[in-house]
């Protein structure tokens, strides 16, 4: 099969956009899909609305439903804003996550002035409910995170406001992505792939060194 052929676009009309999507890539199996398509099929068929998070759900299928579905960051043969699905096979997944109760949540909500909490490097996120998120579109809603990895703190206390943080989207997804559910082990893939090009090459410079320095 050549990954360039003309993709099947549809019509989808399953009722959410994460299984339009879903849908999409496993009719696709091995192709490169575009952000365009994606988007196009992501489109509400009865109303036309174009989904404003549309990336998240793809990014759901990856972490939630074990997708494989590589990028640019993946592959250096894909361009920006294109996709593929290379098989329909799925990874485990972790067991049912536990959630604040409602009071606890609002509890957090208020120690973090309603805001994002994800913090890489002393540079906080902070984006609050509602705003636009200038990096991924769509509009921001905080969701409850494990401030512990769920593969190394499954059953966090739905009463102790110490265990939770409120993420926005995107970081939930990046968290997901840069912890193994599983083993509870950064993956240290996973964050180089989502590094820029230039932090690349400085991981690039790190191991040639390091390994150039080993007994033969």
């Not at 409602?102 to 909500?109: I, K, T």
């Not at 939930?172 to 950064?186: A, C, I, P, S």
Request: proline share 6%.
């Amino acid at each position: 099969m050549n990954e360039r052929d003309a993709v099947i676009r549809g019509p989808y009309d399953q009722r959410s956009v994460r299984a339009r999507i879903e849908a999409f890539f496993l009719d696709n199996l091995g192709k490169v899909a575009t952000r365009e398509q994606i988007l196009e099929v992501a489109t509400d068929p009865r109303t036309g609305r174009q989904p404003e998070n549309w990336h998240q759900r793809l990014s759901e299928l990856r972490t939630d439903s074990g997708y494989t579905i590589l990028s640019w960051r993946n592959r250096g043969d894909l361009k920006q804003s294109e996709y593929m699905m290379p098989n329909a096979e799925r990874r485990s997944r972790a067991s049912g996550r536990v959630r604040p109760t409602a009071h606890v949540w609002e509890e957090v909500l208020k120690a973090a002035n309603y805001r994002c909490e994800w913090n890489m490097e002393g540079a906080p996120c902070g984006l609050r409910q509602g705003d636009i998120d200038p990096v991924g579109g769509g509009t921001v809603r905080l969701t409850p995170d494990h401030k512990l990895p769920h593969s190394l703190d499954a059953d966090s206390d739905p009463q102790d406001l110490d265990k939770w943080q409120p993420l926005c989207g995107r970081h939930q997804v990046m968290k997901r992505n840069y912890w193994d559910d599983e083993t509870g082990w950064l993956n240290v893939l996973a964050i180089v792939q989502s590094a820029s090009e230039e932090q690349k090459r400085q991981v690039l410079d790190f191991l040639t060194d390091y390994f150039s320095h080993q007994q033969p």
